[in-house]
């Protein structure tokens, strides 16, 4: 999955014009670190939180090592221009979270939505065997998935949350965008 996510970053990083790169910043450490320094485990697995998705047998293709990057629920996202950041983002909800950060750097630098339309965007995730797709996406666009193939399934419950901060330094604004999916607003003081 990681080597799938980093070839689409280097795939938007040819694709993208102008000096638009996106960067990730992963910290799953510093949130485990806190956890073991505090003696938390999880009752399910008997790790730390943060942890749960990490294989120590030595014999799985996912056991962890060096060099590897597991899936992991802390992703944050930084996307950066010139080396500079322009917007911290995160996208929550599993399984959704790696193709969520997808959708809205898609939504805002190749189809030019600000950060709120960008997270406010229709969602769908592809699980195996099958097309999971909001009540906001419409049935055109899902009778084309039918027809292309795929078992489509629309969700009683909403694909993830996130929110974006987007760093416009030609005019000193910061730009926010959070999710109507969970709780929190962008508010300017």
């Given at each position: 999955m990681d080597d799938i996510w980093m070839r689409f970053v280097e795939n938007m990083n040819d694709r993208v014009t102008g000096p638009m790169k996106f960067r990730l910043l992963l910290q799953p450490a510093m949130a485990a670190f806190f956890a073991i320094r505090a003696g938390l485990n999880d009752a399910?697995?008997?790790?730390?939180?943060?942890?749960?998705?990490?294989?120590?047998?030595?014999?799985?293709?996912?056991?962890?090592?060096p060099g590897k990057r597991p899936l992991h629920t802390i992703i944050p996202a930084m996307a950066c221009e010139n080396?500079?950041?322009v917007m911290p983002f995160g996208v929550m909800g599993g399984d959704y979270q790696p193709s969520g950060h997808v959708a809205v750097a898609l939504n805002m630098f190749v189809y030019g939505m600000d950060p709120q339309a960008a997270i406010d965007h229709p969602r769908l995730l592809e699980k195996v065997g099958v097309v999971e797709i909001e009540d906001g996406v419409g049935d055109a666009v899902a009778a084309g998935l039918a027809a292309l193939g795929h078992r489509v399934a629309r969700r009683a419950d909403p694909l993830g949350g996130g929110q974006a901060i987007v760093i416009d330094r030609a005019r000193g604004v910061l730009i926010g965008g959070s999710d109507p999916r969970k709780d929190g607003a962008a508010a300017g003081l």
């Open positions: 399910r697995t008997g790790k730390p939180p943060y942890f749960w998705s990490l294989v120590t047998d030595p014999a799985h293709p996912n056991c962890i090592g080396g500079r950041p």
